[in-house]
């Protein structure tokens, strides 16, 4: 075995390992995330349990299909495997095919996306989660995503009226009023200190009208969070789009370094004449 050769033969086992390393690494996240108590409990009753069960399932296939495609390639390096390396590259190619085919699906739904996934979410805790017994994590979670990205409610502020929190049933004017609360989580950060918006025994909310008139719109942030959480992300496209294609060229060397590994090998050693 020439140096080039047996260089290329490291060079596919590494690849190979720290493939194998990443599967049993989303392998063992997905496992927690869906036996963790914590998450468990945050989830609990909640309409979208079912979407969360359902992505735990999905990560733990692509840790078992990552573990098994690294597994043969280690072992189709070390042993020269023909057979390995061939399984390998096809395995690794329908799944590089798989990942592109998907990235493209996402990309042109990503509206879609965006209203099922997050502004659905978050419609759901506010009209009908948010401040109920049993949604003590989900209230808290909001809180935060409301603080931190400086939002009020999944689509605006308005959403709010709809909620069941302080009497509704989740339907407009269910409560047979014209006025409404919002959490104080929705105040804008330079209203924070403001006496309407510091938690008292008193001040659990900001009282909102239907009216224009005596409001209190000005201090609360106006949009809602599920645009903000998309400007987020879309802020960080570009890294998340290079972190996408670095992935992407990685395996595509991996697939290159395998066949050709897998040409150098000699069919003699399976003990066939040439």
């Known amino acids: 075995m020439n140096r080039c050769t047996t ?31 914590s998450t468990t409990t945050f989830f609990d009753g909640s309409a979208s349990i079912q979407r969360y069960h359902a992505a735990t399932y999905v990560l733990m296939a692509v840790g078992v299909i990552m573990a098994i495609i690294g597994f043969l390639g280690c072992c189709g390096a070390l042993r020269q495997s023909r057979c390995m390396l ?56 909001f809180d935060v995503v409301q603080s931190e990205l400086e939002c009020c409610g999944a689509k605006n502020s308005w959403d709010w009226f709809q909620s069941s929190w302080r009497g509704g049933n989740g339907d407009i004017g269910a409560n047979g009023q014209d006025t409404y609360l919002v959490p104080l989580s929705c105040c804008q950060a330079r209203y924070r200190e403001d006496i ?21 719109m000005d201090i609360i942030n106006d949009k ?15 890294t998340v789009i290079g972190v996408g294609v670095g992935i992407l060229v990685v395996q595509v060397l991996g697939l290159i ?16 004449k040439s």
């Open 224 to 238: 809602g969070c599920g645009v903000k959480l998309m400007e987020t992300i879309n802020k960080h496209r570009e």
């Open 7 to 37: 260089c290329l033969k490291w060079l596919v086992f590494v690849f190979n390992l720290l493939f194998w390393l990443s599967g049993l690494a989303i392998l063992g996240l997905a496992i927690f995330l869906r036996v963790d108590p």
């Open 86 to 141: 061939g399984t390998f590259f096809a395995l690794l190619f329908v799944v590089f095919v798989a990942e592109v085919a998907g990235g493209i699906v996402a990309y042109i739904n990503k509206d879609q996306l965006t209203r099922q996934f997050i502004e659905d979410g978050f419609a759901e805790i506010v009209k009908k989660e948010y401040g109920k017994p049993g949604f003590e994590a989900r209230t808290q979670y």
């Open 257 to 272: 370094f395998a066949i050709i590994l897998c040409c150098t090998i000699k069919p003699e050693r399976y003990g066939y």
């Open 196 to 216: 309407r918006c510091v938690a008292t025994n008193e001040t659990i909310g900001i009282p909102q009208n239907l009216s224009t008139s005596n409001s209190n």
